[in-house]
């Protein structure tokens, strides 16, 4: 059976495809697409369904099982069964789905209440249906009830909110429609209405609908896409025409496929009056239509006994005409009414938003400028110790080989001079006297030293001497006889 519609009935794809024992090894089955059931675990779902699928036991209990033991959830204990390596592949998609949904719930509450709420993500995973809260690490036979049960109940009321989906939809046209023609002078305002009337009419204008399941209509899918003489229609042949995966019933997509040939007379996507949303809504109620006749036992399937029961009712040789979209009311003006306060709300309340990310922003660039000048301050400054910096380096002392620094005497000042060795000049009788022998005349020598001394090697004049030296030894005294004989002239 279809599993995807037994969750619709929830688990149809693993038993979409039934083994024919009949056919050789080597030929490989073809398993269908499974469609989109629209569900935000969709992913989730197709990936469990894949997984179980492998296993041979599960398999072969699905195909056994009935639609009520699967509903209720009798056929998860089948899951202690299955082998360790499909356990350790389910607990991955498990573990890979709580983080996946921790991480939505975080980001919504992010855009609701902030980045700096706290979250309790254990009290939210208890609202989402379709896991087991308390265990997130391995994939029970409890997870696959739940996944069951929550599929189920979603699929159950997954065409009602497409249906109020659709009626939003066509409320926000014509909405939208009243908002333009209020913005148009009356002359152009009546000319406008003057089309929008005429393209109504027009689209109007289409071939007689037949009323979805009924003989009529099926004779005509037999005749024209079938290719069979309407005369010969069997309504078991049809079934089996039809029933494209071979697994004993139509599902829904099966059905749908049924209704294409009427939804063309009514729906033509190179017509601007045609609007393809309007058609994919009427092929939804068809499918419903022909689902509230034909399947009694409501798991969204038909099987070849309900549709064979199904051609002997009166409303299947004899139906009323059927309304399309273009002859039924979808909602009514109160309805336009409050779902226009409702956009006018969302319209204020996103301005109030947008006002508020502008003074925010304009905060932001406000800051920015003051970083900005911070900063330019900052590179001036660095740029002044910088240069000051390169100046003291070019006035350093220099270094010698080993980097040790070389220091320099101080300059002489210009009035001072290096002293002179001059030649010994004779004195007066009366000024030798008064100075002791080996004494200069004004700087009396310590003992022992003379007043002109040579030099000891590697000195220079222009330094100072070590400590006991003087600058030049005082001069010879001269032997001038004359001289020698005035000295013992003089009386004692």
């Not at 900005?372 to 003291?392: N, V």
């Not at 001072?416 to 030649?423: H, K, L, M, Y």
């Not at 080996?438 to 400590?467: C, F, N, S």
């Amino acid at each position: 059976m279809e599993l995807w519609y037994l969750v619709a009935a929830i688990l149809a794809s693993v038993v979409a495809v039934p083994i024919d024992r009949s056919k050789k090894k080597e030929e490989k089955q073809i398993k269908p697409e499974s469609p989109d059931t629209g569900l935000y675990y969709d992913r989730y779902l197709r990936e469990v369904i894949d997984v179980l699928e492998t296993d041979t036991h599960f398999r072969e209990k699905l195909q056994t099982a009935n639609v009520e033991d699967i509903k209720s959830g009798k056929l998860s204990t089948e899951l202690d069964f299955v082998s360790h390596h499909i356990r350790t592949k389910l607990d991955e998609l498990k573990r890979q789905e709580v983080s996946r949904m921790r991480m939505l719930i975080k980001a919504k509450m992010d855009a609701e209440q902030g980045e700096s709420v706290q979250i309790d993500h254990l009290n939210l995973l208890k609202q989402i249906e379709h896991l087991d809260p308390k265990n997130a690490h391995t994939f029970e036979a409890r997870d696959l009830e739940l996944l069951i049960q929550a599929a189920t109940k979603d699929l159950e009321h997954y065409d009602q909110a497409h249906h109020e989906e659709f009626k939003r939809y066509e409320m926000l046209k014509e909405h939208e429609r009243r908002e333009y023609l209020k913005s148009l002078d009356e002359e152009k305002r009546n000319a406008e209405e003057a089309r929008f009337q005429q393209m109504k009419e027009k689209h109007k204008e289409h071939p007689k609908v037949n009323v979805p399941g009924s003989r009529d209509q099926l004779k005509e899918v037999w005749e024209e896409t079938d290719g069979l003489d309407p005369n010969e229609f069997n309504p078991k042949t049809f079934f089996k025409l039809h029933d494209t995966n071979n697994d004993g019933m139509l599902d829904e997509q099966e059905l749908e496929a049924l209704f294409t040939k009427e939804l063309e007379k009514v729906y033509d996507p190179k017509n601007e009056e045609d609007d393809m949303v309007e058609m994919e809504e009427e092929r939804l109620r068809m499918r419903e239509h022909v689902m509230n006749e034909v399947d009694t036992n409501k798991d969204r399937l038909v099987t070849l006994e309900e549709f064979l029961k199904s051609t002997e009712k009166k409303e299947f040789l004899e139906p009323e005409e059927w309304e399309t979209l273009d002859e039924t009311q979808i909602y009514t003006e109160e309805e336009l009414r409050q779902y226009e306060r409702e956009l006018a709300e969302q319209e204020a309340e996103i301005t109030h938003k947008v006002e508020q990310l502008k003074r925010e922003h304009e905060d932001l660039q406000r800051r920015q400028s003051e970083l900005d000048a911070q900063k330019k301050e900052y590179q001036q400054a660095l740029q002044q110790m910088e240069q000051k910096k390169s100046q003291q380096k070019d006035k350093a002392p220099p270094s010698g080989p080993g980097g040790e620094l070389k220091f320099q005497p101080p300059e002489v000042a210009a009035d001072v001079r290096a002293p002179v060795n001059e030649p010994a000049q004779v004195q007066p009788e009366v000024e030798r006297l008064d100075r002791a022998p080996g004494h200069q005349a004004d700087h009396p020598l310590p003992p022992g030293h003379q007043a002109d001394h040579p030099l000891p090697p590697g000195h220079q004049a222009d330094h100072p001497l070590p400590p006991g030296h003087q600058a030049d030894p005082p001069a010879p005294a001269a032997h001038d006889p004359e001289e020698k004989q005035a000295e013992e002239a003089v009386p004692l």
